[in-house]
């Protein structure tokens, strides 16, 4: 890996490092707060930014991803930011073509069929030649930030990204990913080891260019069961934290607290906070206080406020994220949805849910 210029220029000092405090599970005057696809459809200047453009190319623009990941945080108080990027461009660095059809989402036109087309993808990737883009985005966009908030890098994890790479694009069932696994289990295994190895060097990648936190998405968790998940995605997981964390001492830069996300996985939660992360986050199906109990306090936990309360008014929300953070408590915890904001979310109540979450904290961390 070429890509170190980053930390030879450190650029301003971390004004609120409430987030990263939070994730080590240290002391914080606030619950911190940030909201995945806090860059997305529902701001108007998002729109405005992205019209006309191909959605790749976007990514492939330093320039247009900084301005993406920015936007957000100049309308509220967020305590991080997240790269703009996209899980997908994994599965474009091994050679497939990816293509973002308006109305539909992602689309293979060419999905891996049966274990032969293993062939097609690249046997070893240069992840600074073909993901470059991203750390040059990273690197400019914690130059542009002047240490307002941390940067958080992510990638897809192996599982989710291999169930785009055979289904061919979104899936209500996976079945046909789901039927490598039944059926050629050594191609299956074969395909997320190959994903590890990329997504271990990509997320390397992303720290050496300025990422100052990662988070792993395992977005289709809820299409497997505990024993198919125990197989096929939970060692790949552990593979990922373990490796990183290992080439980053390897390499003499600090660690960076990891969070993994695995959407619909509430029967994983015990495996989840042995598993090399700092944070496990939570979509809005799990019960804080019972994930505190479950998890032991070996982790922090970030979530999960249902998406769809940001349709309720002001007042609703303000009580919704009062209950959330007496369930979790202020220590240890990162405030954020179980998902990522809809396109049609009103802005105002994202803002809404951002302030409630600081007041009821500030609160909440008065009274102890």
Known sequence: MKVNSFHQGEPSELKNDTFLRAARGEEVEHVPVWCMRQAGRYLPEFRESRAGKDFFETCRSPEACCELTLQPLRRFPFDASIIFSDILVVPQALGMDVQMSPGKGPVFPEPLKEPDDLQRLRPKVDVDAELGYVFKAITLTRHKLEGKVPLIGFTGAPWTLMSYMIEGGGSTTHSKAKRWLYRHPEASHKLLRQLTDVIVEYLLGQVKAGAQALQVFESHTGCLGPAEFKEFSLPYLRDIARRVKDKLKDSGLDNVPMIVFAKDGHYGLE??????????????????????????????????????????????????????????????????????????????????????????????????
């Open 271 to 368: 495996e989840l906070s042995q598993s090399h992360y700092e944070v496990v986050g939570l979509d809005w199906t799990v019960d804080p206080r019972s994930a505190r109990e479950r998890t032991g306090g070996r982790v922090s936990l970030q979530g999960n406020m249902d998406p769809c309360a940001l349709y309720a008014t002001k007042e609703r929300i303000s009580e919704i994220v009062k209950t959330m953070v007496e369930g979790f408590g202020t220590r240890g915890y990162i405030a954020n949805l179980g998902h990522g904001v809809y396109p049609d979310m009103d802005p105002e109540s994202v803002g809404a849910f951002v302030e409630a979450v600081h007041t009821h904290s500030r609160q909440l961390l008065n009274r102890n």
